[in-house]
């Protein structure tokens, strides 16, 4: 019997609690909101999107519209197996931003999917699930 590593297990643990809050099967780019507070976040996920930069690294490109304080972080799933996260991005006025995030070089190529995960002051978080597509090296 094989056992499961801690990356495995976390990362099944962020999905079980992202379907447990959404109580359905949760289909790509549908964002769920959970947490204490029942308004939730004040704030999307307007996409994710991988781009090749001039220099050769691969970055992903989480477009957010916000109207509060948020903290986000980004997590890199390949089959329910985080490959990469991000450090936490605090945003601290409300707008239109763009969060970039540089993947490391061991990534490989291939379809993939976004965890963005948005909190606020009072403890309301919100998560969207996003499918991506990683570029060639």
């Known amino acids: ?6 990356k495995r297990r976390a990362a099944l643990a962020v999905l079980a ?3 447990a809050v959404a109580s359905v099967a949760l289909p790509p780019s549908q964002a769920i909101a959970g947490g204490p507070g029942a308004a939730g976040v004040d704030a999307e996920v307007l996409g994710v999107s991988v781009v090749r930069r001039a220099d050769q690294t691969r970055a992903v490109m989480v477009e957010l519209r916000t109207d509060e304080r948020v903290t986000v972080q980004v997590r890199v799933l390949r089959h329910a197996v985080v490959i990469a996260h991000s ?12 969060v970039s995030y ?3 070089r061991r990534v490989s190529a291939g379809p993939a999917r976004a965890l963005v995960r948005l909190a606020d002051r009072k403890g309301n978080v919100a998560l969207s699930l996003q499918p991506i597509r990683i570029p060639a090296r």
Not at 1 to 6: A, D, H, P
Not at 87 to 98: A, C, E, H, N, Q
């Open 1 to 6: 019997m094989k056992t499961l590593s801690s």
């Open 17 to 19: 609690v992202a379907a």
């Open 87 to 98: 450090r936490v991005f605090v945003i601290g006025r409300p707008d239109r931003w763009l």
């Open 102 to 104: 540089s993947l490391p």
